[in-house]
């Protein structure tokens, strides 16, 4: 017996397809607090990161490049709130961070 699939399941698919793919292509800026004052939100796309915090503390960006040395940014001290550090590698961006002092 053959099985014929429906336009139903057929779109069905194709979106959890794109959604699937999506999710892989396109970052989500997760919040999180710091061991200071600071409460930041990191975004990591394919070759850019940044950190977006609010609040009060001394800190830098940091994020690890693919095939090239780890991106360090300035020391920034912040008195209240919110600024926010990027920068970008050439090949890929991985997995970005803040340091405190």
Request: with cysteine; hydrophobic share 40%.
């Amino acid at each position: 017996m053959l099985k014929v699939l429906g336009v139903r399941n057929l779109l069905g698919s194709a979106a959890a397809g794109a959604l699937m793919l999506g999710s892989v292509l396109f970052a989500v800026p997760a919040a999180r607090a710091t061991s200071g004052g600071l409460e930041c939100t990191k975004f990591v796309g394919h070759t850019y990161a940044s950190e977006t915090c609010t609040g009060y503390g001394t800190w830098r960006l940091r994020f690890d490049c693919a095939m090239e040395p780890d991106y360090i940014g300035s020391w920034f001290e912040q008195h209240g709130g919110t600024y926010k550090q990027e920068g970008e590698c050439t090949f890929q961006a991985r997995n970005a961070w803040i340091e405190e002092q």
